[in-house]
């Protein structure tokens, strides 16, 4: 298993806020445009493309039956795209997603840069504290903000282990 700059360095930081994130495919160009057609383009159907994929990596990591959280949108995003793309991932792994945060801030994390991403403040509040291992499902995981963010507020609460998976890195 290869660890990433980043990783090195949020492990450095803080050791134990996130076990580990399983990602599925390298983030690329094709992956980009597929991205984009999907989030942003309204091509719910492509994410089925990716399933066996998706589920083997899921089932070979042994992740399976775990409880997964979503990475909540605002609802003005939910409603521009017609679904959150978390509950997607989750739904597609055959799971039911958990929802334990809310969105606080609404500023697109695609259009800053990793210097505005890395600075930025917790856009998430916990809404339910749990005291059992959880996982983090979204799509992309770019800088690794967005679950670091998520795990420090599940951490603090009690939560045991907070590990992630997405589809792209």
Known sequence: ???????????????????????????????????????????????????????????KKGMKGQMLVTVPLSVEREKERGFNQSEAIIHLLGEKPVQLFERTHNEKQSKKGKKERMLAENPFKLIEPISSPVVIVDDIYTTGRTVRHMAS????????SVSSFTIFR
Do not use: F
Not at 7 to 12: A, E, M, P, S, V
Not at 37 to 46: N, T, V
Not at 153 to 160: E, I, T, V
């Open 1 to 59: 298993m290869r660890t990433c700059e980043d990783c090195r360095r949020w492990h450095d930081t803080n050791p134990h806020l996130l076990e580990n994130n399983t990602s599925v495919y390298q983030y690329n160009a094709a992956a980009k445009e597929l991205v984009a057609r999907w989030k942003y383009r309204g091509d719910y159907i492509l994410l089925q493309a990716l399933k066996n994929d998706v589920q083997e990596k899921w089932v």
């Open 153 to 160: 507020l599940l951490r603090k609460n009690g939560c045991p």
